[in-house]
């Protein structure tokens, strides 16, 4: 849309962080601790076991992406419609979408993940249309419960952010593209929701990391991602401390990952006349 | 449904839910205010420590809010409390026997406290900075002006925050139901497993969260009108 339009020069780039600012003594002392800590780790622990396990936990470190990226997407496009009915919408939408956000913000994740799996999955069988329906065979399997359950948590905290965004955005706004003749449909999509959304993105952001160390959660139902294989690797090398905080180690790199995409998206989205 | 399972005696599981529900609780009211006590002290360290208290403060609450709470309680529940016992054995004294409930309060206060920190170092930045001169203008010593002035005007600020973390933290503890603690979540899922009526327990124990969290509503509601007398409003 109006995005190409927008000259690059606009943006003046980031300041690198000074050099500076890392030489001052207490810093490097920091640093170095840090770094002889680190070498003791090396030393003192095992690690023979990584090379082993590299390759499992790529394939963990793929489904835990996977799982990130599809419920933040799923999540967000259900989370606009909650967000909107909540503002706009009839008392009938409106009660409904409420109680839901209500729902998911009150009940911890483990719990609504092990009502999805062990709660409906036990439900399930009992019930011959489903069994003969061509969802069946996915329905047998962990995932999809992992799915829709960390789809639906994000849709929940995200609705209510989405209600608040829609609801910032000047009524005038709104009132001039309906003057300019837009139909509603077109006021929503070319005016309203690009606004919510630039409103949004710090707290999407925010909302995004929170739903990668959420992640974790879906090796509790048997779904092997990043977590669950090193609890794999955990009970087959009879290792305590090195694994986990590999681990520790691999989600500080996604957050950090993430955080930086974001930055670099929120600088993107185009804020002229705001 | 059988809905006789929930029953309060033995051969219905509501006695043993609600039994869960008191840990949980326990735990989290441990652990929010061992986060409390943390946050205050971090945020003071964040604001006026010295390079190299801040630096490590920055560390603290990076390296915590960056790593998943799942990670963090198995990582501290089991390496912490090995490690604790290891350095008592070193130190000379015999090994402590730690409970379930105190690592549980340990591990959920140390998550909050990263959480706290950054809550109450906002809140504090919010207060007008002349309010603080006006108190060092009267004489009072730095322990005084926190205490007197800085506390309760940060109050109003902080209060939003803390009420949304004590949320997290009540909704946090069903994260010890993975390392082998009993409470509301774990209990329910013993239940569950004994009974084998799965989406009955799981959604009494979704009702009994919910029960807290509404419940919390309305007293932090309370709470954040008291804090907030004689304030000006400042949003609609």
């Known amino acids: 849309m109006t995005d190409q339009q927008i000259p690059e020069d606009i943006e003046t780039p980031p300041p690198l962080p000074k050099l500076s600012a890392l030489m001052r003594p207490h810093r490097l002392a920091i640093m170095a601790v840090a770094l002889g800590l680190l070498i003791l780790m090396i030393v003192k622990m095992q690690w023979d076991w990584l090379p082993d396990y590299a390759g499992m936990l790529l394939a963990g470190l793929w489904i835990t992406i996977v799982l990130l990226v599809s419920s933040t997407i799923l999540g967000f496009l259900l989370a606009v419609p909650l967000g909107l009915v909540q503002v706009t919408g009839p008392k009938i939408l409106a009660w409904p979408a409420r109680i839901f956000c209500t729902i998911i913000r009150g009940t911890p994740l483990l719990l609504q993940l092990w009502l999805l799996y062990y709660g409906l999955g036990s439900l399930f069988p009992g019930i011959p249309e489903i069994r003969q329906s061509f969802l069946w065979p996915y329905l047998r399997e962990a995932w999809p419960y992992g799915l829709l359950a960390l789809t639906l948590s994000y849709a929940g905290y995200e609705g209510e952010v989405m209600r608040g965004a829609f609801a910032g955005v000047p009524h005038g706004e709104l009132e001039a593209a309906r003057a300019y003749g837009m139909g509603r449909w077109k006021v929503l999509t070319r005016i309203w929701l690009p606004r919510a959304v630039h409103r949004a993105l710090p707290t999407l952001a925010g909302e995004t990391v929170v739903q990668l160390k959420s992640t974790p959660l879906v090796a509790t139902i048997t779904v092997i991602d990043l977590y669950a294989v090193v609890g794999d690797i955990r009970q087959s090398t009879y290792l305590t401390y090195e694994p986990l905080l590999f681990l520790a180690f691999l989600y500080l790199c996604l957050t950090g990952i993430l955080v930086t995409t974001f930055r670099h998206f929120e600088k993107k989205i185009p804020t002229r006349g705001m | ?236």
Do not use: C
């Open chain 2, 1 to 236: 449904m059988n809905w006789e399972l929930l029953a309060l005696s033995p051969p219905g599981w509501g006695g043993a839910l609600l039994r869960g529900l008191v840990t949980s609780l326990q735990v989290a009211a441990g652990g929010f205010a061992l986060g409390q006590v943390i946050g205050i002290l971090g945020s003071a360290g964040k604001l006026y420590g010295g390079p190299v208290i801040r630096d490590l403060m920055e560390i603290y609450t990076t390296v915590v809010r960056a790593i998943p709470e799942l990670v963090l309680i198995v990582l501290l529940y089991y390496a912490g409390t090995a490690a604790l016992n290891n350095l008592m054995g070193a130190v000379g004294f015999s090994s402590v026997d730690i409970s379930g409930m105190l690592a549980g309060i340990l591990v959920i206060g140390l998550v909050q406290g990263a959480y706290s920190t950054e809550v109450l170092r906002g809140a504090i930045l919010a207060i007008p900075p002349g309010q603080i001169e006006a108190a060092r203008a009267y004489g009072m010593p730095p322990a005084m002006v926190m205490r007197r002035i800085t506390l309760p005007a940060m109050l109003p600020h902080a209060i939003p925050g803390l009420a949304n973390l004590w949320l997290v933290t009540t909704k946090d503890t069903a994260l010890l139901a993975v390392v082998g603690f009993t409470e509301l979540t774990l209990a329910t899922r013993q239940a569950a497993g004994v009974t084998h009526e799965y989406f009955l327990f799981f959604s009494a124990a979704g009702v009994l969260y919910l029960a807290v969290t509404l419940v919390s509503n309305v007293a932090l509601q309370f709470l954040e009108r008291r804090a907030s007398r004689g304030m000006a409003r400042q949003r609609t």
